[in-house]
């Protein structure tokens, strides 16, 4: 008599569950079936029951909290794996140093590491934390014989040494660069400072760095991608990728990284990818280009960002009020020719903009491009979107337009006080997006915050600081809400909705195990809560 070969075997049931699902249709289950790497049922203990009797793999959740992997649409893994992996860049961000007498003291350690004439470098320290920008007259007391930089967390403005700026010929008669700025001591020569475009004039002046080999560049960029993974995410959005980038993704894929990504190629790289004649959607479930990454604009906690009504704060370059931050570098013309063609190619345009003085220049481009070609849902994206009004809202609602805001104010909350009370309320506008209807992504943009997508929901549902200031208790959302942004949201995004995003029958069966429910514990809490275990396709992705 043959064996008992007629009763299905499903791959993995789990029972005994609180499923947080994202799937407005069951919004709760406590069991799911799992099959080739897909849900196959989705429901009650008892619906899940006759499937998990001959299933191959039985998981008993003991009441624990299941979601879908989290998505962080943003971010930026290259910055993170090179700078702390592989070029000794010291670390000066809050954690670490909290004066600039004690970020001079940990850079001056390095010194007598690094060959004379050669870069001495720091990243992510936060002008808000120490009181001001350090300043050349600080770096010189690290070294007089090596170039010095130090890089701002929000990534758009750096610091010099005299060494650094005498190397680039850089002194009180070079004008400031076309989308960029310099600070100056009272006579007119810079004081280190460099904004936006002035930094990488400096920077290219410099020796250049040492290449890694290829061996150890993939090596460092999985480490970066397990450790996103470890705090459960299970697809990304690499937000500023080259062709290149692909390959290297690839080999980290072969090498048996499950992590789903989508890249964005960055706009200098179009000639390429239109060469290659793809479109919006090209790749797979594990890699797949989603974008083309376009910059207009400048940065919001760098407080460059261009807005419509000024700063709080007077100009940091000139002394003078009425700042409103530092113009796009391109113009209306070339923004809207950059757009139309990446609109006739097929792809899909995602434009970092963050001041309500650069967005609705970004929305004209996209306006034009759709009515001059019409294309079914092109989807376009409006990366970090900081600054808003109710003219910008109905727009992006109107145009069917993609945000992916920031979620930072546990960490950034500070930056936000040149930007002035009163317009705190139409800033990192969650709240707004979601009650218009526009569709958010949610990201942490590495490494300008940290991948960590329960602090990210914190920090959305709770609008604090660390430090515990609230800002606009009016844009806070709920925690479903938040959790809807970091799952769905992503997948929408990269039009994957309907394959991913939600625990649902037929999506990919990628999910992380809580010991707690976000919607439940102490909202001041949520970022305490222990991740018990991440799943890709059905498969455990922790090692
Ligand atoms: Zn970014």
Not at 321 to 331: L, T
């Amino acid at each position: 008599m043959p064996p008992v070969a007629a009763a299905f075997q499903p791959d993995l049931v789990v029972l005994n569950a609180n499923v947080i699902t994202v799937d407005d249709d069951q919004p709760r289950a406590e069991a799911f079936a799992i099959h080739q790497g897909k849900f196959i049922a989705v429901g009650s203990n008892q619906e899940l029951q006759p499937l998990a009797k001959h299933a191959q793999q039985r998981l008993d959740a003991k009441g624990k909290t299941i979601l879908p992997g989290f998505n962080d649409a943003h971010l930026h893994p290259r910055e993170l794996y090179e700078e702390t992996h592989l070029r000794g860049t010291v670390d000066i961000g809050p954690a670490s140093v909290s004066s600039i007498e004690e970020l001079v003291a940990k850079l001056k350690r390095k010194a007598p590491l690094v060959p004379e004439g050669l870069w001495i470098m720091g990243g992510r320290y936060e002008d808000t934390k120490l009181g001001r920008h350090p300043t050349r007259h600080d770096l010189d007391k690290v070294s007089t014989t090596h170039p010095v930089s130090i890089r701002h967390s929000s990534g758009h403005l750096a610091v010099y040494n005299t060494y650094a700026l005498e190397m680039a010929g850089v002194d009180a008669k070079t004008p400031n660069p076309e989308g960029g700025a310099f600070d100056r001591d009272p006579d007119g020569f810079p004081n280190g400072v460099a904004r936006e475009k002035a930094s990488g004039m400096i920077s290219r002046a410099g020796p250049k760095l040492p290449e890694p080999g290829r061996s150890e560049r993939i090596q460092a960029l999985d480490r970066c991608l397990r450790a996103y993974l470890s705090k459960g995410v299970t697809s990304i959005g690499d937000a500023g990728a080259s062709p290149s980038k692909l390959r290297m993704y690839q080999e980290v894929q072969y090498a048996g990284n499950p992590i789903r990504i989508s890249l964005m190629i960055r706009d200098r790289h179009l000639d390429a990818v239109e060469a290659i004649g793809i479109q919006q959607g090209f790749g797979d479930e594990y890699l797949r280009i989603s974008a083309i990454k376009v910059f207009h604009g400048n940065s919001l906690s760098g407080r460059t960002c261009w807005l419509s009504e000024p700063y709080e704060t007077v100009n940091p370059v000139t002394g003078e009020k009425d700042y409103f931050g530092i113009p796009p570098a391109r113009s209306q013309e070339d923004l809207d020719t950059l757009i139309k063609r990446i609109h006739d190619a097929g792809l899909q345009a995602a434009v970092h903009s963050n001041g309500d003085r650069e967005i609705p220049m970004v929305l004209d481009a996209f306006e034009r491009a759709m009515q001059q070609s019409s294309r079914p849902d092109p989807r376009h994206r409006i990366e970090h979107c900081s600054v808003v009004n109710e003219a910008i809202l109905d727009r992006i609602k109107a145009l069917g337009v993609v945000v992916a805001p920031h979620s930072y104010i546990h960490e950034h909350g500070d930056k936000m006080i040149a930007y002035g009370r009163w317009r705190w309320a139409r800033m990192h506008a969650n709240r707004s997006f979601i009650d218009k209807g526009i569709p958010v992504a949610q990201n942490s943009d590495s490494p300008v915050s940290v991948c960590d997508p329960l602090l990210r929901i914190q920090s959305m549902v709770t609008r604090a600081s660390a430090e515990g200031q609230v800002f606009a208790s009016s844009q806070r959302v709920t925690a479903e809400e938040a959790i809807e942004t970091w799952t769905l949201g992503g997948a929408y995004a990269t039009f994957e909705e309907d394959t991913k995003g939600s625990i649902s029958k037929g999506k990919l069966a990628d999910f992380v195990i809580l010991h707690e429910d976000p919607t439940q514990v102490d909202p001041f809490k949520i970022k305490d809560i222990q991740i018990e275990s991440v799943y890709i396709a059905g498969q455990s992705a922790l090692r």
